[in-house]
């Protein structure tokens, strides 16, 4: 008998699968993953984001869930060849519930799924007018009293939020907030997006002007409109500025720019928010059901207090408002920290001729770029994966099929090459005095910003001028003291100083939860970010998903978006879907909804 | 011996033609050419939008190119599959020149071409700047006194047009000078546009409120950044103008709104211009190498002179100044002429409880917007087209491979099944008194938007408000006098009138010329527009080619561009490359430079 290919391989198990899951048998379908199988859910059948670990897991979400979501279609992606390699035979899948149509991805090992994502891309019924079923724009025909397609336009950013409520607000107008803005707009779900910026896209234009993304452009596309192939490879920030402006602009978003809010509490009794806001100088209250921190991942400054800053004569700020170097000619600077911020602070200061010392206090990860590029990112964000066919919608689930307790294994042998293929860059940026890591586990980049977010430097430049000394290095040593016109630091030295920049990050997002609605409520949703690893600054117990993002949290109708722009792009698709079918009363059962372990 | 496949059939004709092409045989090299070969080339060959028609002709042409065009590679496209049906094999070819690389597409019929496209796509060494060849963005490594790219660009803005002079000027900011500039911008041109308007898409948003586009979105691409898949079939000006006004914007354009040319005048020593301009009321003189008027393919428009125009008490105006409805309720409005805008303008009137009489003094040709989708456009232009793997770019190409001697009799075909298929809509609208043709030859829209750009109405609901008599229609009639309340008409009949629109059409794009230039070169370069086909309003003999648009003319460095959103982005990329060439001094030999056969 011929040995079986992949294809039948794939569409066997499915069809196994998918009995097991019409009988309602959890255990039978659990039984057909490994011992250490993975179901990643992204909203089909969880209606949360969830990585099931093992059979009992597994079977314990499929009890729970299985009698809820009708019958499950699984089957092979018509439009995808499964693949075999390594033990591992994988292909596309496309499933159904009885509310959504989507993707999923398998993977199988021993005859066993290894690993198994399911998504929901769309709702039955609440499909997106695209394609095919795109606006036809001119309604052709007779009217009377028709409004044009500007009237009506001009109506609804006149009514929303004075005479009509937003069904969904979103605090924060960056790349989070109008990616999901544009998905709900799409879905038809009315929207405020707030900004304490006048224009979209200031929150990057603001920033320090040497400012490029560190990410390519492969990697950040938006939804619906990806950026054009002249598009450069590491956008600088007005441009992305512009991208943002013009994308919230095309997509029609009711964006309020220069607009603040003051206040947010729930009302129980009416299941809905009130929200207060001060829109160029007016008040305004909103009664929103849902509520979206779109607050920028990174949370807020985080300005250390060293005793005696109130003494120093010079300016001092924190990385988030530093203007660039232009005002600091002339001047000696200390930029404390050694993270992406303060690289980039220190390089262009020191382009431009100031006398610059990086105070590394703990430290780095350090990947070049072209490196990251080459051996993290390409097979599949890069020109050679669009040119496989490798769509970005493509390539997100590939990512997002890995799960998170299988991610830092393969990301340590990615990193183990890096390091041997720059060993030469690393041996003299330590010779120079710097306190390199490669995290916890040596799992490299992403691992530090799934779990932290921060910890690494993604090098375009600024690791030579420090392996060469322009950029001075003071390593391994605290701030013990600000005086007027220097810094005296742990090993008893002293620096002098005219200007300190603090490049020392950011807070959870969680704080901006304490500081809009309250202590209270920021501590029943606890900590955002982070996977529970056990590694620094990422605590225990293990969760398995980032913490409180784009999923329910332990408040009703209080969620949490952000991230890089890939993530703004790939899961605000999830959290519109969640908020669109909590609008059309579609059942939304969460399975495993979070429990706190940590408030900050 | 089997028979040999398509592929084989294209592959052995374009061994023959190379190795014709490479000995310099330009008559064995016709040869293969049927007795009614067709060769359109855009400018690969000809540095002109030539069409060779016979073998005698295509001989000439060959005889005076071979020898300038270094050796000819002719292959066909590995990414394509040839076909063959009704007797014609085709398929998609790649050329390359000593100068440039392009696609093109050849039909054969009894082993002979029957059809040959050539086009250049890029210049060899100008390649333009995007997928694997897009800029970095950010300059990694160390650069004192780098400048960022807001810097670059806000200099660059500060500076062309007055430090430095723009080696092309595009008078006319619409989606001709966008779509051109956007071209030039990547072919590393310095190139200012000016627009009369405040804002890129004000040309748009300035019409009529009800106005959009009539062609489907499918048609409508711009360059480098294809409309999202949400966006509408048919979409309403004002989001038309916004999308414009972000292309220029993203697209890194120099765009100047508010400015106006005052006068333009060649330097037969310099070889340059002189351009007296007025930015936002500040005379500025550009003196650029390369004119081109985008000022509208439908060139100024064109107000009747009607005796006693003067005597007129109420509002009267051309369309293109046209409001919209809303001021004129309650009045009786007159709308003379009978195509697009007349429609549009008498549908909006009609709809908001105007009063409103349609003037029809010559026949129309009407076509349901629906009609022409599914049975005009919707092979090449449509989401099924799409679908198919029919990209933009090559459904131009493939549409441009239709000689526009051939043109003619398949249109005929594809409106005798409109007419059959619209009869009872056709008989309605006659039995309600109105004029309709097809053309002169029956060949529909297309050919009458070719040869004279008027005379049509794509029907999106007018048409059925003057079969139900709800516009009045007053037809076959000139107007004799206008006086002060009333229109009377050579019937003898007297119209009451409040308002008179003039929905009469445009005149030349040579027009232009000679307000902005002079009579003497207005009148060296000819009529623009239309191809010599002895129909109404488009005077033999025959030319092949549309007068004057996107090629050289008889005036040096004076160029034409405009048409609708298809031909501004097609046509654009070889009038870019017609520039690009001269700017960087490589060898142009035109031709068969058009003549000039008719005034205006």
């Given amino acids: 008998m011929p040995e079986e290919t992949p294809s039948q391989t794939i569409a066997h198990l499915l069809e196994t699968l998918q009995a097991a899951l019409r009988e309602g048998n959890a255990a039978k379908a659990a039984a057909l993953f490994g011992e250490d199988g993975y179901w990643r859910d992204l909203i089909a059948f969880t209606w949360n984001i969830k990585t099931l670990e093992g059979r009992d897991q597994i079977c314990a979400m499929l009890q729970s869930q299985l009698p809820q979501l009708g019958p499950i279609q699984l089957r092979p992606d018509p439009d995808e060849t499964p693949s075999q390699a390594d033990g591992v035979t994988q292909g596309w899948i496309l499933l159904e519930t009885a509310v959504a149509r989507g993707k999923g991805y398998l993977r199988l090992r021993d005859g066993k799924i290894w690993t198994l994502l399911t998504t929901a891309a769309e709702l039955k019924g609440h499909e997106e007018p695209k394609g095919v079923n795109r606006p036809r724009g001119a309604v052709h025909g007779v009217h009377t009293q028709r409004r044009t397609w500007k009237e009506e336009r001009e109506a609804e950013a006149r009514e929303l939020g004075y005479q009509q409520q937003p069904y969904c607000l979103i605090i924060g107008g960056g790349q989070g907030g109008i990616a999901l803005g544009a998905r709900l707009r799409q879905l038809g779900v009315p929207t405020i997006i707030i900004e304490r910026n006048e224009r979209a896209g200031d929150s990057w234009r603001k920033r320090y002007k040497s400012l490029c993304l560190h990410d390519p452009v492969w990697y950040d596309h938006l939804p619906y409109i990806p950026f054009p192939e002249n598009w450069p490879v590491f956008a600088p920030k007005d441009k992305i500025g512009d991208w943002l402006e013009m994308c919230a602009k095309v997509m029609e978003l009711n964006y309020w720019g220069s607009t603040v809010c003051k206040s947010a509490s729930f009302d129980e009794a009416t299941q809905k928010w009130t929200v207060v806001v001060e829109r160029e100088g007016k008040e305004v209250v909103l009664q929103p059901t849902q509520l979206v921190l779109a607050t920028g991942m990174s949370g807020k400054p985080n300005v250390p207090q060293f005793p005696g800053a109130e003494n120093f004569r010079g300016d001092q700020h924190h990385s988030s408002r530093h203007p660039g170097p232009d005002p600091y000619r002339g001047k000696k600077v200390v930029v404390v920290g050694s993270n ?71 990301q340590k042998q990615v990193f183990d090459k890096i390091r041997e293929r720059d060993a030469d860059f690393y041996r003299r940026l330590e010779e120079a005095g710097f306190l390199l890591d490669f995290g916890d586990d040596d799992s490299g980049l992403f691992m530090k910003y799934l779990r932290r977010g921060s910890g690494y430097y993604i090098d375009v430049g600024a690791s030579e001028l420090i392996a060469e000394g322009k950029i001075r290095l003071k390593s391994g040593v605290d701030v013990k003291e600000i005086r007027a016109h220097s810094i005296l630091l742990s090993d008893g030295s002293e620096l002098p100083a005219d200007v300190i920049v603090y490049a020392t990050g950011y807070g959870s997002m969680n704080g901006w939860t304490a500081d809009l609605i309250s202590h209270e409520v920021a501590d029943k949703v606890g900590k955002c970010w982070g996977l529970g690893s056990a590694t620094t600054k990422d605590p225990g117990p293990w969760e398995g998903e980032q913490r409180n993002m784009w999923k329910p949290t332990q408040q009703p109708a209080l969620w949490f978006h952000g991230g890089n722009l890939h993530q703004s792009r790939h899961y605000s698709l999830y959290l519109a879907l969640q908020l669109k079918a909590r609008m059309e009363g579609i059942p939304t059962p969460v399975y495993g909804l979070q429990e706190v372990h940590h408030l900050r």
């Fill in 340 to 410: 992406n911020s303060a690289h980039d602070i220190c390089a262009a200061l020191w382009e431009n001729g100031v006398d610059v010392t990086m105070l590394q206090r703990s430290s780095t990860h350090i990947v070049k770029s072209d490196s990251l590029m080459e051996l993290a990112l390409g097979d599949l964000y890069s020109e050679r994966a669009v040119a496989s066919g490798l769509t970005t919608g493509k390539a997100d689930l590939l990512f997002a099929s890995i799960p998170y307790k299988v991610l830092p294994s393969m």
